[in-house]
């Protein structure tokens, strides 16, 4: 398979290779959160890939998928002549997405937060050199119910300045951030209404987090 052939002298004439045949969203967090204590993310050769996966028979959305290919080299496996007009609309997003970010993920330093190894979720990041700009990557395997708070402590990050998260309408310092982390969800005390209606993330979730430094003031 693709992994058989990765091994660090191949780099020296060439500089990508394929990760691994099994391009599945899911077997993938795994294949590149250890691929990545090795070699960085602009060689790790990974794709947007059909579902049913041909490997594992599992489908998870394209939201997902693309967000785990993108931390590699990215490209597409998947006939784009046998999407409906909605799946294509959707895979051109995934690509403008990837291209968005791609020079941060690749020239960037990789931070790996949560191990799929060991958890249900896997989470990491990517931060510029200058340590302006950072993406954050955040994957939930399967959905449980009731599920707990949760804070995802980041790295790499500059302490002591201010960091706007994109995603939300937070700015906080990049020590906070680094020692409590990102709140992932709310403890809803008091807030009774809110619980019952919020929306479960489910299986197969995933959610990037882009920020970037600002004035303190």
Request: hydrophobic share 35%; aromatic share 12%; proline share 5%.
């Amino acid at each position: 398979g693709g992994g058989g052939r990765f091994d660090p002298g191949l780099l020296y004439y060439a500089p990508q290779t394929w990760a691994s045949d099994d391009t599945d969203g899911v077997e993938r967090l795994k294949i590149q959160y250890g691929a990545s204590m090795v070699y960085p993310l602009s060689s790790i050769g990974s794709h947007l890939s059909d579902v049913p996966n041909h490997q594992v028979g599992r489908s998870p959305g394209l939201a997902f998928r693309n967000e785990v290919a993108m931390f590699g080299t990215y490209g597409l496996e998947l006939d784009i002549t046998k999407l409906s007009a909605a799946e294509l609309a959707q895979v051109k997003e995934a690509i403008t997405t990837f291209k968005t970010y791609a020079e941060l993920i690749h020239k960037g330093t990789f931070y790996r937060l949560v191990n799929p190894f060991a958890e249900n979720q896997c989470s990491w990041i990517v931060v510029s050199q200058d340590r302006k700009e950072a993406l954050v990557a955040d994957y939930q395997v399967l959905g449980k119910p009731n599920p707990s708070y949760r804070r995802l402590p980041l790295a790499g990050l500059n302490p002591e300045e201010v960091y706007a998260i994109g995603q939300t309408n937070q700015c906080r310092f990049g020590k906070d951030l680094i020692h409590i982390g990102l709140i992932l969800g709310g403890n809803y005390i008091n807030r009774a209404d809110e619980y019952w209606s919020r929306e479960l993330p489910g299986d197969y979730h995933s959610r990037l987090y882009h920020l970037y430094q600002v004035d303190k003031d």
